[in-house]
């Protein structure tokens, strides 16, 4: 039973786990921001090339 507690305590005292754990939650985080960012990127260059695409047809299609 000793052992037991023992091995317990000295895991519980290790940190490498928590510092693994708060590792991924930070990557998983960063990767989540560079997701919303790269999203928004995208929407922000479709909405640019949309509107240069009306302005080309737009001044094509004009008759004098």
Do not use: H, W
């Not at 909405?47 to 695409?53: R, T, Y």
């Not at 009306?54 to 001044?59: F, G, H, L, P, Y």
């Amino acid at each position: 039973m000793k052992s037991l507690k023992t091995k317990l305590v000295r895991f519980l005292k290790k940190e490498d786990g928590p510092t693994a754990v708060e590792y991924a939650v930070m990557l998983a985080l960063i990767i989540v921001v560079c997701l919303a960012a790269i999203s928004q990127l995208g929407q922000n260059a479709n909405s640019s090339f949309s509107q240069i695409a009306k302005s080309i047809q737009n001044t094509g299609t004009t008759t004098t």
